[in-house]
Structures are given as structure tokens and as C-alpha cells.
């Protein structure tokens, strides 16, 4: 089926910056949106950032000035530059995406990556 492997979470001071990678990969034809969820222990996952195919984007305001989603279509990788980083972002981040298929089938599904924690701490 289809594989989301992300990397480059860590820990980081205060002020930091950290960049996710997150590469897809198996059966796809075609990947509508790419994007970012965070979570934290007992809360829900939440929206960080998401890009779409053509490249517009959304942010959660509490990321808004700080973190930049990018894609490579060419290679299904989406990237997440953090900077600036506060305490509270600290968090497991996870790797999204739409995949189409096939050409002859118009539906998307939705894959998630195994996490990657991200820790800003002094």
C-alpha cells in the first residue's frame, strides 16, 4: 500500500528551529494534500499545516510566522520548516496525505506516518 516515513524531529532550545521531512511512498498515482498533525499527551491531534497539490496552504494560528510547509511533488515529500520555536510546541508530530491510487479511480485515502517527537526544552 502506501508508506508516510518522517524525519528530523529532536530536541531543541527554546528559539530553535527544526525541519520535518516526511517521504511517501507504494501505491500512488497522485497525492491531493499533504500535511502536518500535532499531539499531545490527552489532548486531541490537532492541525498544524497542510499544502495542497497546488501548493496553497493552511496554518494554525498558533504556527502562523514561525513554520513553513513546502512540497517536492516529484519525490512525495512534504517538509515542515519550524522556527522559532516555543515550549509549546513540543509535541508528536505527524505526517498526513491524501493518495489517489489510480487514474481510474477519483477517490482519496488518507495515510498517516508513525510520529516523530519534537521537544523544545532549556
Known amino acids: 500500500q502506501v508508506q508516510l516515513v518522517e524525519s528530523g524531529g529532536g530536541l531543541v532550545q527554546p528559539g530553535g528551529s527544526l525541519r520535518l521531512s516526511c517521504a511517501a511512498s507504494?501505491?500512488?498515482?497522485?497525492?491531493?494534500?499533504m500535511g502536518w498533525y500535532r499531539q499531545t499527551p490527552g489532548k486531541q491531534r490537532e492541525l498544524v499545516a497542510q499544502?495542497?497539490?497546488?501548493?496553497?496552504?493552511n496554518y494554525a494560528d498558533s504556527v502562523k510566522g514561525r513554520f513553513t510547509i513546502s512540497r517536492d511533488n516529484a519525490k512525495n515529500t512534504v517538509y515542515l520548516q519550524m522556527n522559532s520555536l516555543k515550549p509549546e510546541d513540543t509535541a508528536v508530530y505527524y505526517c498526513?496525505?491524501?493518495?489517489?491510487?489510480?487514474?481510474?479511480?477519483?477517490?482519496?485515502?488518507?495515510?498517516w506516518g508513525q510520529g516523530t517527537q519534537v521537544t523544545v526544552s532549556s
Open positions: 498526513y496525505a491524501e493518495v489517489r491510487y489510480t487514474s481510474w479511480n477519483n477517490r482519496n485515502y488518507a495515510h
Open positions: 507504494g501505491s500512488i498515482f497522485s497525492i491531493n494534500v
Open positions: 499544502i495542497i497539490s497546488g501548493g496553497s496552504t
